[in-house]
């Protein structure tokens, strides 16, 4: 054993020193999060993280099994660890600060007062670039530097393990190096020969603007300044059985061919995969299909090796490099731990910053099962697949794509925090930069550039796949980003019940009961939501619509909308007994907040009848509309009250409910709510906070933070900043371990009783405000 060991106890007290976190201490720190199966997080908070801290503990799947992801420095001869929860070194830097972006999580570092160490996840969102928005993908940038002004002999080594690639650790893993000499350029994908019906917003690869964002930002240019010089080497009745999903063309072949083994230049590679593949299949929420990639530029000093962990880990912690040998003893994910590694020396140290980029990504050729308008199941190509002709091909080139990579999403970050700022101040923009990489890692990319379907997975809550009112909360990221995003998961939901898959005249709940299986329901057996689901399709179809000015997709969707509504006029001024989008709170009738989403769809579907032609059903529907917002009234606010207020149920005197579905109102530019209604719920919020903010009803003192930010959003400015330094608040002091969760107790800012929700797209809805900034003055349009 090398010295580290050694200096245990000169250098123990780097461990107590504090980090400080940046814009605050998330309960859980995002690592690599791009997609439902590329979700790794480190968690912080007290119930069962370490405070923040990247090195002494493993990192996680959002569910909580381990992701092993190991990092050793060497300085001088002697050893620290920087990331990970190995026990065959215990001496750790000193983490000095983490901070956050929309797209980053940034960790400073100080190695025994020798050098510093930068530590940056990126995993870039890219809502206006379908190529680059594909492929779950994320970089590890390591940047070391002096911190004495004196020169310095540093080793750096990383790896992963198999516990990636499935949740069963049982399971064989395999596993492959390779080295890619070539640079690659993504294809031109060529038009898909499905038929559809032509749409307005005919989607692009590159979306030419933001709808909801007050900035204007183009690629940052100054990428240069960073530490890190990159490596340069329709109608259902228009589908046919034969197209709906073009034939599997340019599809990577499962396993690249492996090139030299040991040239220097080029991009090295493991390649590690569950053996036995089992397509649309997880186990632990983990994806049982799919090749991982750890990448890395095959410099002079870099050595790899695979094998057991205690045997790479120990090797370099002994020698300061690897053997460049692979192990082919195949086994399963916890036999001997399988890990992965590269160690790069990077020789002697100074004040300049040397630097070393790493990318991990996860490649599957097919992402979902989709039950298409002729009752058929298709596998639906995951999307990037239309733009390389391999795996090898798209590592290699989001590799040589960090410095672009990088510069969209400094761009991105500034515009989500300037924006923010704007909107409700710098908590708010710690609030959004934290939701960020949250929401958007909910989503699968799939199908083809000109017929994109973005699949959204109700991740912890239920599993299921499309799920509408999951969709709706996390549908205002999507209209400030790229209202688009939004059709693009609309599409499938359409094509299902258009073609009479779903039994019922009201809308569907969700397509799949198991993410990625969007299989339908046409059994009819389902959990209802009726009222809640008709009034989430309307009001989400109008807000696309009203952004992209695209009435033709109104039109191509008139009849399903209409009957939806019909559903609502039968039924939503006195809703039945049933449940709302708060479903784990249970049934009620007569909900005075689920009557109001219902009267709000009604007259949005007035103004989808108005731009779409149908003259004399925008007027029928405008009237009922405003015939029962004045019922509503009377029959579900309690205007006697001390503090006015709107009441869970009708006639419940002593009860009270966060008003959020006041927000579509707002969102769609209807004005068919009174100002008086928005005036009374912002005077009265404050009168109910607890610590940790308003409880969502009377029934329980737990309060969802998406449905806060949906009432702060309409509510004044006093009330709105209540809002949001309550959820920060939350966010910095929480216990909870996991990724954000949305539902918590106003009391102990921890989890309810029974009930963990963690790492859902909801948070899409934390974006309430700045979808705001593209709501109409008026949402009334003159019948065409």
Not at 116 to 124: A, E, I, R
Not at 324 to 329: K, P, V
């Amino acid at each position: 054993m090398r010295s580290s060991i050694l200096l245990l106890a000169a250098v123990a007290s780097l461990t107590n020193a504090q980090s400080s976190f940046t814009p605050l201490r998330p309960p859980a720190l995002p690592l690599a999060v791009r997609s439902p199966y590329m979700s790794t997080w480190q968690q912080a908070g007290s119930d069962g993280g370490n405070g923040g801290y990247l090195a002494g503990e493993w990192a996680t799947f959002w569910a909580g099994q381990v992701t092993g992801w190991t990092g050793f420095i060497t300085v001088d001869n002697s050893s620290y660890t920087w990331m990970g929860g190995s026990n065959q070194n215990d001496v750790f830097v000193e983490q000095t600060n983490y901070q956050f972006t929309s797209t980053k999580s940034i960790f400073a570092m100080n190695v025994a007062g020798l050098v510093n160490l930068t530590v940056t996840f990126l995993s870039p969102v890219t809502p206006d670039d379908l190529m680059r928005a594909s492929l779950p993908y994320t970089y590890m940038s390591l940047d070391v530097v002096s911190a004495d002004g004196n020169q310095h002999d540093v080793e750096i080594y990383t790896d992963i393990s198999a516990e990636w690639v499935s949740g069963d650790h049982t399971a064989t893993a395999q596993w492959d190096y390779g080295v890619i000499d070539a640079p690659v350029a993504p294809v031109a994908p060529a038009p898909s020969t499905t038929t559809t019906v032509a749409s307005a917003a005919t989607p692009a690869t590159e979306f030419d603007g933001h709808f909801g964002t007050l900035t204007s930002y183009g690629p940052v240019p100054d990428y240069i300044d960073h530490p890190f010089r990159p490596y340069q080497p329709a109608s259902y009745s228009h589908f046919q059985p034969t197209n709906f999903f073009p034939p599997h063309f340019a599809h990577p072949t499962p396993k690249p061919t492996p090139k030299s083994k040991r040239t220097t230049g080029g991009v090295a590679y493991h390649e590690v995969y569950r053996q036995q593949q089992l397509e649309f299949s997880e186990t632990n929420q983990q994806a049982d299909w799919g090749y991982w990639y750890y990448a890395t530029a095959n410099v002079a000093g870099l050595t790899y090796q695979s094998g057991a962990d205690v045997d790479l880990r120990g090797q370099f912690l002994n020698n300061g490099s690897l053997t460049n040998a692979e192990d082919t003893n195949y086994r399963g994910i916890d036999d001997n731990y399988p890990v992965f590694g590269f160690a790069n020396d990077l020789g002697m140290v100074g004040t300049t910053t040397v630097s070393t980029l790493f990318q991990l990504s996860l490649h599957q050729n097919d992402c979902v099962q989709f039950e298409n308008a002729l009752n058929s199941v298709e596998s639906v190509p995951c999307l990037w697949t239309s733009y390389f002709g391999s795996n090898t091909d798209a590592v290699t080139y989001f590799y040589d794509d960090y410095a672009t990579g990088f510069s969209k999403s400094a761009s991105f970050d500034a515009q989500i925090q300037q924006d923010s700022v704007a909107a409700g101040g710098e908590g708010y923009a710690a609030i959004t930069a934290l939701s960020t990489r949250q929401a958007f890692g909910a989503l699968e990319f799939t199908n083809t550039p000109d017929t994109p379907y973005v699949f959204l997975k109700e991740i912890s809550s239920d599993g299921n796949i499309q799920t509408v009112d999951v969709i709706f909360p996390f549908h205002p990221i999507a209209i400030y980003l790229n209202p688009r995003i939004l059709k693009y998961m609309l599409d499938p939901l359409f094509i299902n019940q258009e073609a009479g898959n779903w039994p019922y005249m009201f809308s569907i709940h969700d397509l799949g009961t198991s993410f990625p299986n969007a299989t339908g329901h046409n059994n009819g057996v389902d959990e209802m939501q009726p009222l809640e689901e008709c009034g989430d399709m309307i009001i989400m179809t109008l807000a696309y619509a009203q952004r992209a000015n695209d009435n033709a997709y109104l039109s191509q969707h008139y009849e399903i909308l209409k009957q939806w509504n019909e559903y609502l006029v039968e039924e939503a001024l006195i809703p039945a007994n049933q449940i709302s989008t708060d479903d784990f709170a249970g049934a009620l009738a007569n909900q005075t907040n689920l009557a109001l989403k219902g009267i709000i769809g009604i007259e949005a579907m007035g103004q989808v009848a108005n731009r779409t032609g149908h003259g004399d059903d925008g007027a029928n529907f405008t009237a009922i509309a405003q015939n029962y917002i004045c019922q509503w009234e009377t029959l579900g606010l309690n205007y006697n009250a001390t503090n006015p207020h709107a009441e869970l149920n009708y006639g419940n005197l002593t009860s009270y409910v966060l008003l959020y579905n006041l927000f579509a109102d707002a969102e769609l530019g209807l004005q068919l709510v009174p100002q008086q209604v928005y005036d009374i719920q912002s005077n009265f919020y404050p009168t109910v906070f607890n610590t940790y903010g308003p409880p969502l009803d009377t029934r329980h003192t737990y309060t969802k933070s998406d449905w806060e930010i949906f009432c702060a959003a309409v509510a004044s400015t006093s009330t709105k900043t209540q809002f949001i330094d309550v959820i920060f608040k939350y966010l910095n002091a929480t216990p909870e371990q996991y990724a954000f969760g949305d539902l918590y107790d106003t009391i102990t800012g921890n989890y309810p009783p029974g009930i963990t929700f963690i790492n859902r797209p909801v948070v899409g809805g934390e974006f309430a405000l700045l979808a705001l900034n593209s709501a109409p003055t008026s949402g009334f349009v003159i019948p065409s």
